[in-house]
């Protein structure tokens, strides 16, 4: 560029920036250095999505092996509730503890190590003879599934360079599709040989420990940095108020949403059980339904980085309201349509919440995400553990019922959620030089 470029840049910085560094994209007053951000990471995406699936296929089966182990335990169905929460807690307190582990660390190690500790747990629960030592060393496993949605999530929506929300969707996608497989290995594997059969379904996670030694071990690259214009700068901060209603808007979103997706994980195989279908046959109508969430999570991702997010999230969480009603009542055909329809709107938010959270703290993004997805698994499971103790007083379907209408409420709430209205990209550029200047 030749010292003609120069003279005709404006004084404003921001501009001036743009004028010369090739990597910088401006919207409106902000410009966002590119680069090493823009690219996708698809070895550390795919170590994280198949540790993801790997992880889900055990977390998924611990209802199932419940519900089967209720006769050999004697267990109640607010015990199996109760089983399925002390689980899901202690995964789910964990990650913000290994959320920060995760920043100091950089994303390295804790991924791996995590899945590996849970399968080792979840194996040796199996030579558990009584119920107190068998959900205790249940318990202890949930904590490397702590450790690794902590540390997966980071990896995940780092590697997808400026299609985070696409990046994250997949991470999520490979949960999923764990989520759907586990209920259906666990219907057949325990079904078949007890719980015998659980060290065989713990090594199913061996090669995705291996896979993320080896590409999640290297530092994640640092969050995009933000150069502001003036206008920018003097924007007020946000008030206290503001701030609050915020937090509220989120807090009641995910336990509505989570409710009933965890609410249905936990009480539909004890349902499907007691209207007489068989573990392998209730497994696969569960795995159905985590399959299409699947699905919805891919779906709400694309999505999301394409439209306004906010928007996404209240139109999924309303229009599921009457298919996740209507799967508890029909079969056959009609049954597949509803509950694929279910679980592809109540799973698009997922990776959408975990975008949000990660851009109100880009600094701290393990610890922000380890929080939102700790909170998702607590209070999930602790109101599915409250559905089991109303379902013993009016009986499971009642409760069920009553739980398919809280997305609607989180419909609702959400329009107190940010919007993510972007100004539209705009390259600021150079005055052209004199027809006689040259590079």
């Not at 937090?247 to 004890?270: D, E, H, M």
């Not at 007489?276 to 209730?282: D, R």
Request: aromatic share 10%; net charge positive.
């Amino acid at each position: 560029m030749t010292d003609a470029n120069y003279a005709n840049v404006t004084a404003n910085p921001v501009a001036e920036i743009c004028a010369l560094r090739k990597d910088v994209l401006c919207c409106g007053n902000v410009c966002e250095l590119l680069g090493e951000h823009d690219a996708m990471n698809k070895k550390r995406l795919t170590a994280a999505s198949y540790g993801h699936f790997s992880i889900d296929i055990l977390n998924s089966s611990v209802a199932i092996i419940l519900t089967l182990a209720a006769t050999q335990f004697n267990l109640t169905i607010a015990q199996i509730g109760f089983g399925a929460m002390m689980y899901q807690m202690f995964a789910a307190m964990s990650q913000p503890l290994f959320g920060g582990l995760t920043d100091k660390l950089n994303g390295r190690w804790i991924g791996a190590v995590g899945v590996l500790w849970t399968a080792l747990f979840y194996a040796a629960a199996s030579f558990m003879t009584n119920y107190p030592l068998f959900i205790t060393l249940l318990m202890i496993g949930g904590l490397g599934s702590g450790a690794f949605h902590a540390a997966g999530m980071v990896n995940a929506s780092a590697s997808g360079g400026n299609k985070a929300a696409t990046a994250t969707s997949y991470f999520f996608l490979g949960g999923q599709m764990g989520l759907a497989i586990g209920p259906i290995l666990a219907g057949v594997v325990i079904g078949s040989i007890g719980l015998a059969g659980m060290p065989l379904m713990a090594l199913l996670a061996v090669p995705a420990v291996a896979m993320m030694f080896l590409h999640m071990n290297d530092a994640l690259p640092s969050a995009p940095k933000v150069v502001k214009g003036d206008s920018v700068a003097t924007t007020p901060n946000r008030t206290h108020t503001a701030t609050a209603i915020l937090i509220t808007a989120f807090v009641l979103f995910i336990l509505l949403r989570s409710g009933t997706a965890q609410g249905y994980a936990t009480l539909l195989p004890k349902y499907y059980e007691s209207i007489g279908f068989s573990a392998a046959q209730f497994g696969l109508m569960l795995g159905l339904f985590n399959f299409a969430g699947a699905m919805g999570t891919l779906i709400g991702g694309y999505l999301g980085d394409r439209f306004n997010r906010r928007t996404i999230m209240i139109a999924a969480s309303i229009l599921s309201v009457p298919f996740a009603y209507a799967m508890l009542y029909v079969g056959g055909f009609a049954y597949i349509v509803t509950a694929i329809l279910a679980g592809v709107l109540l799973s698009m938010p997922h990776s959408l919440l975990m975008v949000m959270s990660q851009d109100l703290a880009p600094n701290r993004r393990g610890l922000a995400g380890g929080l939102v997805l700790g909170f998702i698994f607590a209070s999930g499971s602790f109101m599915a553990w409250l559905q089991s103790i109303a379902a013993e007083q009016v009986g499971l379907l009642t409760v069920l019922s009553v739980v398919a209408f809280f997305p609607l409420f989180a419909g609702l709430v959400g329009f107190a959620l940010p919007s993510d209205r972007k100004p539209r990209a705009a390259l600021v550029t150079a005055t052209p030089a004199p027809s006689g200047a040259s590079d």
